[in-house]
T-cell receptor, first 112, second 112 residues
Framework: DVKVTQSSRYLVKRTGEKVFLECVQD?????MFWYRQDPGLGLRLIYF???????EKGDIPEGYSVSREKKERFSLILESASTNQTSMYLC???????????FGNGTRLTVT | LAKTTQPISMDSYEGQEVNITCSHN???????ITWYQQFPSQGPRFIIQ???TKVTNEVASLFIPADRKSSTLSLPRVSLSDTAVYYC?????????????FGSGTRLQVQP
């Protein structure tokens, strides 16, 4: 079974802090994705990556950046956390073609 | 990628069959249809995928008409534990280097 591991289940940070959310997958998947999920707004795509060092903006990239230095790891970075970034963050991965997404269990981030 | 449209919510009773339909009018020739189940505070879990006609696994069936502009997830004899949000997602059948954007999902409530 594919395993997508997010480093923290719960995280509390202060406004202005730099925050790193880590995601690791163990199936050599080319594609990795970061979503945030808020009540009433569903799953919104922040960034995705289809190869090492490659990144593409999703629907809501403002305030975020990403890093993919190794194939198995995709990091989401909040350069200066703000209270409106309080959310559930979900990482997902998939292989190249006609394959589904596999999600981690999410990181619930609270910015105070 | 094809935008998806689903009913916002559905109600059912234990033991009934539930059918959730998703519209994806702009699906491309090589795209696949995938469905996910999400419980509160967890990441979505892949249920089933298909390209055309009918696919069945131990959890659900997926019906796709010939024009592939819609698909129907069928859950036989639902139980209380099937209460969740269900998402359909169209994924590329080629290299996969595209944003994957979810629709609003369908909130299924199963009652005793």
């Amino acid at each position: 079974d594919v395993k997508v591991t997010q480093s923290s289940r719960y995280l509390v940070k202060r406004t202005g802090e730099k925050v790193f959310l880590e995601c690791v997958q163990d199936m050599d998947h080319e594609n990795m994705f970061w979503y945030r999920q808020d009540p009433g707004l569903g799953l919104r795509l922040i960034y995705f990556s289809y190869d090492v060092k490659m990144k593409e903006k999703g629907d809501i990239p403002e305030g975020y950046s990403v890093s993919r230095e190794k194939k198995e790891r995709f990091s989401l970075i909040l350069e200066s956390a703000s209270t409106n970034q309080t959310s559930m963050y979900l990482c997902a991965s998939k292989s190249g073609n006609n394959s589904p997404l596999h999600f981690g269990n999410g990181t619930r981030l609270t910015v105070t | 990628l094809a935008k998806t449209t689903q009913p916002i919510s559905m109600d059912s009773y234990e033991g009934q069959e539930v059918n959730i339909t998703c519209s994806h009018n702009n699906i491309a020739t090589n795209d696949y249809i995938t469905w996910y189940q999400q419980f509160p505070s967890q990441g979505p879990r892949f249920i089933i995928q298909g390209y055309k006609t009918k696919v069945t696994n131990e959890v659900a069936s997926l019906f796709i008409p010939a024009d592939r502009k819609s698909s129907t997830l069928s859950l036989p004899r639902v139980s209380l534990s099937d209460t969740a949000v269900y998402y359909c997602l169209v994924v590329p059948g080629d290299t996969g280097r595209r944003a994957l954007t979810f629709g609003s999902g369908t909130r299924l409530q199963v009652q005793p």
